[in-house]
């Protein structure tokens, strides 16, 4: 891994110096920004041998440098150890981004070169300017340097779209088309340019299986006032699916783009696009066009779900709380005995959701850690780290696709042992910062990032803090991670919560070496009738996540009466709507017990 990980340091460099650059970035990032990139695509992680979704890596002629967040210090560190490279740790006092990097360590006449398709617009423009500080340039090289050095990647995927019906979408293609058609008469604008793929699935209605994890196809999107083309493997669209999909929008190949864009840039055409998410390459053929440089109309209109998706959601919980309880039960039956590791526990948890007939597949690479291994916020288990569990905590972060909904869960529970006082006390802190998020109520015009703080200060009085957001927006049937709304200090577009918006609440604390702790549940934004007026409308979350959370790592002593109210009315819901499912005693005698009041 290690000499592998350094010879492919040292082939990319050779194919630098044939370029004549002195630099050379390799985000994680492909052409539609996607966070979760296929396996064609994940360049990064091929040449660096770090695995974990965020992160870019830089190569210069005498080092190599990686930058990723708080989510995967310890697993960068494990996994770059011995490779050479070094780790920057965003964030942390003194680390310099990798703009402020290069403006700082590149020499006068030097080239950075980078594949336009995987650099946004607004960050190539960053590192121009940053570059062109230290009298350096940023070279555009549209044959990805990895690609030419990466002789068996894997070929581009294949598998056909699948077509969603009103029934399952709520809103049709055309009414949805719509609706951004109005977007464009606003502005005044020609036409909108739309490249990520959960954007496309949502517009068309269309899913697919190019990504992992995320049921999305690999597309480029036009939509004008009168017309819209989907740029796409032709391939991938047959049948039945063909003939409603075309009745909305031209199908065109995918390599196509260039031409319809090329067409725009002759007119000189008037173009909508989000310069964040927008790749440079896209952005280079629209040169000449005038450009409306916006967030795209259809994130927030994405982002709040409509009834029908809302009860898909609703559904698909209750689907995933059924597997969760019959996983947790044989958990705490087989957990204690030694023989249950978190690579078997990982499968067995996916064979349990895998017998519900509208399961289909993990929403993200499942997280179970195990003791230490818990400190680590976004740890995967590999046939070399795979612990067996026995007598201590451990950390599971999964999810699930459904035909009607996404979930994604965190519980941490204790195994075969007394927790130690250190233990329930940051349990307990959590369980209150989750709580407190949970029981909130806000009115319209409220931000995340506000009520991120609600989910920290218990943590904060006592001193701890997690390295993470407080919450995501996720998907309805898509990406389990969603904007534009977050809560979390930093990860937050500016959206303000909406009725229909589903995000995720999972504060955690991590002490490294020894465990960690996350508390995960999805909420749906609705409107608080009792406060509303007809001057001001009051929105609080509805939890939609049904499993029980483990009452013998908390410490009844610290929380208040109104939030041992709070678990022990969710318990209770928990069991009234997951035990009539469940069809073996042993599993519905089991939840009475975990659902049984403090």
């Not at 009745?247 to 002759?266: F, H, T, W």
């Amino acid at each position: 891994m290690t000499k592998s990980t350094r010879s492919k340091i040292t082939a990319l460099r050779r194919v630098m110096r044939e370029h004549e650059i002195d630099a050379y970035l390799v985000p994680t990032t492909d052409a539609h920004h996607n966070e979760y990139v296929p396996a064609c695509w994940q360049r990064r992680a091929w040449v660096s041998g770090f695995t974990g979704s965020a992160g870019e890596l830089l190569v210069t002629r005498n080092q190599a440098v990686l930058w990723t967040d708080g989510r995967y210090f310890l697993q960068a560190e494990q996994q770059l150890e011995g490779s050479g490279i070094q780790l920057f740790k965003e964030g942390e006092p003194g680390v310099r981004g990798v703009e402020e990097h290069l403006r700082h360590t590149m020499k006068n006449g030097s080239k950075v070169g980078v594949d336009p398709r995987v650099i946004s617009m607004d960050k190539a423009e960053k590192l121009k300017t940053e570059l062109a500080e230290a009298g350096a340039t940023l070279t555009f090289i549209e044959r990805n340097l990895v690609d030419e050095i990466w002789d068996d990647a894997p070929d581009m995927p294949t598998g056909p779209i699948e077509y969603l019906p009103r029934q399952r979408s709520g809103v049709t293609t055309k009414d949805k088309l719509v609706m951004i058609r109005a977007a464009l008469a606003e502005r005044n604008a020609d036409a909108l340019i739309i490249t990520e793929l959960d954007a496309i699935a949502w517009t068309f209605n269309i899913r697919g299986t190019d990504v992992a994890y995320n049921p999305v196809v690999i597309a480029y999107a036009i939509v004008f006032p009168d017309d819209a083309m989907l740029f796409i493997d032709e391939e991938k669209v047959v049948g039945d699916h063909q003939r409603r999909l075309s009745k909305d929008v031209q199908i065109r190949p995918y390599a196509s783009i260039k031409a319809e864009l090329s067409a725009l840039a002759k007119r000189k055409a008037r173009v909508w696009l989000d310069r964040d998410t927008t790749n440079q390459w896209v952005g280079k053929q629209l040169a000449r066009c005038e450009l409306i440089s916006i967030q795209s109309p259809i994130a927030e209109r994405k982002a709040k779900k409509n009834p029908t998706e809302i009860q898909g959601m609703r559904n698909a919980h209750i689907a995933d709380g059924v597997a969760m309880v019959r996983f947790l039960r044989w958990l705490s039956d087989q957990g204690s005995k030694g023989t249950v590791t978190e690579i078997s526990a990982q499968e067995h948890l996916e064979e349990l959701r895998a017998q519900n007939e509208n399961y289909r597949g993990p929403s993200f690479h499942p997280i179970f850690a195990f003791g230490p291994h818990a400190a680590i916020v976004h740890y995967s288990a590999t046939e070399e780290s795979n612990a067996k569990i026995n007598a201590g905590i451990l950390l599971m972060d999964t999810g699930g696709q459904y035909v009607d909904g996404t979930t994604d869960i965190t519980r941490t529970v204790l195994i075969g042992s007394k927790p130690t006082p250190d233990q329930c006390r940051a349990f307990t802190l959590v369980l209150k910062g989750h709580i407190a998020v949970a029981q909130a109520k806000f009115p319209t015009g409220v931000r995340g990032m506000r009520l991120d703080t609600l989910a920290r200060m218990h943590l904060w009085n006592d001193g701890k803090e997690y390295a993470h957001g407080t919450g995501h927006g996720v998907g309805a049937g898509l990406s389990v991670h969603e904007g534009p709304q977050a809560m979390s200090p930093t990860r937050c577009r500016g959206a303000f919560l909406e009725p229909g918006n589903i995000m995720s609440n999972e504060p955690g604390f991590y002490a490294a070496g020894k465990f960690g702790i996350r508390l995960e549940n999805l909420v749906l934004v609705i409107k608080d009738d009792k406060l509303s007026t007809k001057e001001k409308t009051w929105l609080t979350f509805e939890t939609l996540t049904l499993c029980p959370i483990d009452r013998t790592l908390i410490d009844a002593s610290l929380l208040t009466a109104d939030e041992q109210k709070w678990l022990n009315e969710y318990h209770e819901r928990v069991n009234t709507t997951l035990s009539p499912l469940l069809e073996d005693a042993a599993d519905r005698e089991w939840l009475v017990s975990a659902c049984a009041p403090l």
